[in-house]
């Protein structure tokens, strides 16, 4: 397997675009509330597969965090296209095989919010701690309401498109009736 090959299974694309968007730029505010909510759900996924204990407050331990660490690379022309990798900070710390499927459950995650399959994502994510906290995440890394964002969440030719009606479907999916 190739070094290409071995980073294929890590890598994820955030899209950015706006209607009203002439130039390709993006808040700072939205990349950082986008960053910030995917690292989080990555982790907090990363800790129910590797079978963690979920504290109160949902400390992410340090290896979790350095062996799960979401890296940005240099954007792309076109829309704002931020190309992204889930690296460990020691090679040792997470397998290729285990960030591939972690990732592979972020992915699903995301598609099961978007189609609003409740029961998917506690397929994905059967411990309710866990699945709470994942979804908040996925909750505030999509734009925020009236913003007219987009976010289109790419992985292996997948993608999950999020607008800026995203947390109120998210949030009306986990409500209770």
């Known amino acids: 397997m190739s070094e290409a090959d071995d980073h294929l299974g890590r890598r994820l694309q955030f899209r950015f675009s706006r ?30 597969k590797e079978q963690k204990d979920i504290k109160s407050r949902a400390r992410i331990p340090s290896e979790i965090e350095q062996s799960y660490r979401l890296k940005c690379e240099v954007p792309q022309v076109g829309s704002y296209l931020l190309p992204a990798l889930v690296e460990s900070v020691q090679p040792q710390l997470a397998t290729t095989d285990r960030v591939n499927e972690v990732l592979s459950t972020f992915e699903g995650v995301a598609g099961a919010l978007q189609s609003q399959k409740r029961d998917v994502v506690a397929d994905y994510l059967p411990d309710t701690a866990i699945r709470k906290r994942v979804v908040d995440a996925f909750q505030q890394l999509g734009p925020k309401p009236g913003s007219g964002w987009r976010l289109d ?13 995203w947390q109120r479907l998210v949030r009306k999916m986990y409500t209770p009736n």
């Not at 209607?19 to 759900?41: D, F, H, K, W």
């Not at 969440?153 to 009606?165: A, E, Q, Y």
């Open 153 to 165: 969440l790419s992985r292996n030719g997948t993608t999950v498109r999020m607008d800026d009606k």
């Open 19 to 48: 209607a009203a968007n002439v130039r390709p730029a993006v808040a700072a505010s939205v990349l950082i509330q986008t960053l910030e909510g995917a690292q989080r759900a990555i982790w907090l996924i990363a800790l129910a």
